[in-house]
Nanobody
Framework: QVQLVESGGGLVQPGGSLRLACAANGSILSINTRAWYRQAPGKQRELVST???????TYADSVKGRFTISRDNAKNTVYLQMNSLKPEDTAVYYC???????????????WGQGTQVTVSS
């Protein structure tokens, strides 16, 4: 089994920064794609950023130039550096990974438990 464990959320003032981390634990051969989503109260979950095995990244227009996704392959960890935070970035942030496990042909998607990010003065 695989578990994604998130950390790094919290309360920050507008203009501040936070760094989220998501570590995959368990039996893992490889991680194909990593992503961060977020869900604000009363809204649908939205895709924030992706990072594939080739190192290509995508970002939602609302976070371009402020957020940066990165990885540490040795630690099976994905990060989201969030700068110049705005109140509208307030949400529960979820990591997602497509993981290839031993003795399987296709990758399996996994979600983190979510971490609260609140941007407020």
């Amino acid at each position: 089994q695989v578990q994604l464990v998130e950390s790094g959320g919290g309360l920050v003032q507008p203009g501040g920064s936070l760094r989220l981390a998501c570590a995959a634990n368990g039996s893992i051969l490889s991680i194909n794609t990593r992503a961060w989503y977020r869900q604000a109260p009363g809204k649908q979950r939205e895709l924030v950023s992706t990072l594939n095995n080739g190192g290509e990244t995508t970002y939602a227009d609302s976070v371009k130039g402020r957020f940066t996704i990165s990885r540490d392959n040795a630690k099976n960890t994905v990060y989201l550096q969030m700068n110049s935070l705005k109140p509208e970035d307030t949400a529960v942030y979820y990591c997602w990974m497509s993981v290839l496990r031993p003795y399987t042909r296709n990758p399996t998607p996994y979600w983190g438990q979510g971490t609260q990010v609140t941007v407020s003065s």
